[in-house]
């Protein structure tokens, strides 16, 4: 026991020693959470577009839009009377390979010009369970959501969609 002793005195020494280049860091992973973070900006590179649809009846009606291919989906209620449709698109930049947190409403309220009403709700991305910026700092992702008429009134709908991005 008291060759003990001597040794682990000897081994704290040397773990409180400082060495010669003190002020770098001891490991690779030590040198990435020391650097300064990038403040994450996102940029929307194109909204929702569900193109043209009509109400079969006097009933509300629904359409989705996939995030993957923008394929629209029309429910009970809906007619897919055409035309263009896509998935919405967005860029966030920030800390390169750091991973991130991307959050979209629950709902959003869309509105006409005449004041008739929609609304978006379950919105989807085609991010993985883990999203992550890459070695630029990039990530690009795509976002479809389901469209609901309220009223069973149409118009020409516009809203705003919040997107929250945090790093982890």
């Known amino acids: 026991m008291t060759r003990l ?8 020494a040397l773990l409180s020693a400082s060495p010669a ?3 770098e860091p001891l490991c690779e992973l030590c040198a990435m959470t020391a650097r300064p973070e990038r403040p994450l900006e996102i940029e929307v590179e194109s909204g929702l577009q ?3 649809l009509a ?6 009606g629904a359409a989705e839009l996939d995030p993957q291919t923008g394929a629209k989906r029309v429910g009970a209620g ?3 009377l055409g035309g263009l449709s896509f998935q919405g698109r967005a860029r966030v930049t920030g800390t390169p390979l750091r991973p991130v947190r991307i959050e979209l409403p629950s709902r959003v309220q869309l509105r006409s010009p005449d004041g008739a009403e929609a609304e978006l709700t379950g919105f989807v991305t ?3 369970a883990v999203a992550m910026l890459d070695a630029n700092g990039q990530l690009e992702f795509a976002f479809g959501a389901r469209l609901s008429s309220r009223g069973a009134r149409s118009g020409n709908f516009r809203g705003r969609i919040p997107i929250r991005v945090d790093y982890f």
Not at 55 to 60: F, P, Y
């Open 78 to 80: 809906m007619i897919d």
């Open 5 to 12: 002793g001597p040794v682990l005195a000897a081994s704290l």
């Open 21 to 23: 280049g003190a002020d």
């Open 126 to 128: 085609d991010l993985p």
């Open 55 to 60: 109400l079969s009846g006097r009933a509300d």
């Open 50 to 52: 569900f193109s043209r």
